[in-house]
């Protein structure tokens, strides 16, 4: 008993220095330590009836450690204060829209690739081509192919209508986006097939590329549809 006495009053009760910015439990048992003994146990049961006991003043690594645990309010009140660059990345943002989880036009555009119902091949093969378009152009792929769309896309088409007699009539009918796109698409798929690399995603991304930059083939076929629609405009019906 003497010498615990002496001992503790020998030894300054600020003896133990820590970083109390970084967790205190790693700086008492550290990675390199190789295990824990029957000692470091008893010290820990020790520290724990001490406090059980109301021990006010904590002087070994174990009380330190297990008062903090008693006592996070001095942990978790320091309030969040963003700084200027942060404020003003929240005001740029503050605007847009939140992104939808996938785009219907990416979709309708799989849906039309899909075989045989193998939709996470047909994902997969459209993943790799907006990877080539945006290698090549620099630019969001999916915004570039809504705007080949919007330019690849015809505006009317024809359809044969009976009028009660042998002879039929073409008449002119305008279309809405979603068929718009879907001759798009289906020009693109046609155009695509005759290019010369065996990577189906390539051939993909080398005619999206190609018709974003009004050189596709199907500019041919939008065209045609439409001086055929035109000729047969006075049969319009309003």
Do not use: C
């Not at 390539?202 to 065209?223: C, F, M, P, T, W």
Request: net charge positive; glycine share 2%.
């Amino acid at each position: 008993m003497f010498r615990s006495i002496t001992r503790a009053r020998l030894v300054p009760r600020t003896f133990i220095r820590f970083n109390t910015t970084k967790p205190l439990f790693p700086q008492i048992y550290p990675i390199n330590k190789d295990k824990i003994t029957e000692e470091d146990v008893d010290k820990w049961i020790s520290a724990l009836k001490h406090l059980k006991n109301g021990k006010k003043i904590h002087e070994t690594e174990e009380e330190i450690y297990l008062g903090q645990m008693t006592q996070p309010e001095q942990f978790i009140t320091k309030k969040f204060e963003p700084s200027l660059q942060q404020i003003e990345e929240t005001l740029e943002y503050k605007n847009k829209q939140i992104p939808l989880k996938s785009d219907p036009t990416v979709d309708n555009f799989i849906n039309l690739i899909m075989r045989h119902g193998r939709k996470a091949r047909a994902q997969k093969i459209v993943s790799r081509a907006f990877y080539i378009v945006q290698l090549k152009l620099r630019k969001d792929p999916i915004e570039v192919l809504k705007e080949t769309l919007n330019k690849l896309g015809p505006l009317v088409t024809t359809k044969s209508m009976s009028t009660g007699v042998a002879k039929r009539r073409i008449v002119p009918i305008p279309l809405n986006e979603r068929q718009r796109n879907r001759f798009a698409i289906k020009w693109i798929l046609e155009a695509s097939k005759n290019r010369k690399s065996n990577d189906f995603a390539v051939r993909l991304a080398e005619e999206i590329i190609n018709a974003y930059e009004g050189k596709s083939s199907g500019y041919d076929k939008k065209a045609q549809m439409h001086k055929q629609a035109t000729q047969q405009r006075a049969y319009i019906n309003l």
